[in-house]
Antibody, heavy 121, light 111 residues
Framework: EVQLVESGGGLVQPGRSLRLSCAAS????????MHWVRQAPGKGLEWVSG????????YYADSVKGRFTISRDNAKNSLYLQMNSLRAEDTALYYC??????????????WGQGALVTVSS | QSALTQPASVSGSPGQSITISCTGT?????????VSWYQQHPGKAPKLMIY???KRPSGISNRFSGSKSGNTASLTISGLQAEDEADYYC???????????FGGGTKLTVL
């Protein structure tokens, strides 16, 4: 059974940093691209970032480019999102999501339950 | 404002069919056959229902189907059931600058 478990969320002040982690199990992690997708409270989905199976290709939404860094450790079956210079508008539930192929098909077939990030003073 | 435009709400009675539209541009839906659809129940994570425009993942009922015409993609649900009541989001690849765009979501009510 595929499982994605996010951790690292919490309350943080504007301008500070936070690191999210996603522990994957139930599939061959290094066979697939992975993504982060967020959802602000009561709002729709917004893709944040993606990374290919071997970290060779990395993608960011314009809204987070230069502030967020995605990475993965295939030996630990883990995905990460380093979030710097956080803003109030980054407040959201952050989902870890598995792609359907190793590079990216831009569709996400498994999702975690999310990690809540609240940016507020 | 979302990059893809969906109706805010649709409704139908059990057994009926409904269609949710998703309108983009020639830079996203119109250029790529990489539209996906997600179902989200309250308090739950999204679930992939359709990918690459019309393909169903394993385990997804054939009551769900996807199509595309020009810059508009559509999700059709036939034989509506009470458990289909949820929010539905469309998503498309949008090229090597924007990458991914989502619709604003459509709330489906089963009457």
């Amino acid at each position: 059974e595929v499982q994605l478990v996010e951790s690292g969320g919490g309350l943080v002040q504007p301008g500070r940093s936070l690191r999210l982690s996603c522990a994957a199990s139930g599939f061959t992690f290094d066979d697939y691209a992975m993504h982060w997708v967020r959802q602000a409270p009561g709002k729709g989905l917004e893709w944040v970032s993606g990374i290919s199976w071997n970290s060779g290709t990395i993608y960011y939404a314009d809204s987070v480019k230069g502030r967020f860094t995605i990475s993965r450790d295939n030996a630990k079956n883990s995905l990460y999102l380093q979030m710097n210079s956080l803003r109030a508008e980054d407040t959201a539930l952050y989902y870890c999501a598995k792609d359907t192929i190793h590079s990216s098909s831009w569709s996400f077939d498994y999702w975690g339950q999310g990690a809540l990030v609240t940016v507020s003073s | 404002q979302s990059a893809l435009t969906q109706p805010a709400s649709v409704s139908g009675s059990p057994g009926q069919s409904i269609t949710i539209s998703c309108t983009g541009t020639s830079s996203d839906i119109g250029s790529y056959n990489l539209v996906s659809w997600y179902q989200q129940h309250p308090g739950k994570a999204p679930k992939l229902m359709i990918y690459e425009g019309s393909k169903r993942p394993s385990g997804i009922s054939n009551r769900f189907s996807g199509s595309k015409s020009g810059n508009t993609a559509s999700l059709t649900i036939s034989g509506l059931q009470a458990e289909d009541e949820a929010d539905y989001y469309c998503c498309s690849y949008a090229g090597s600058s924007t990458y991914v765009v989502f619709g604003g979501g459509t709330k489906l009510t089963v009457l």
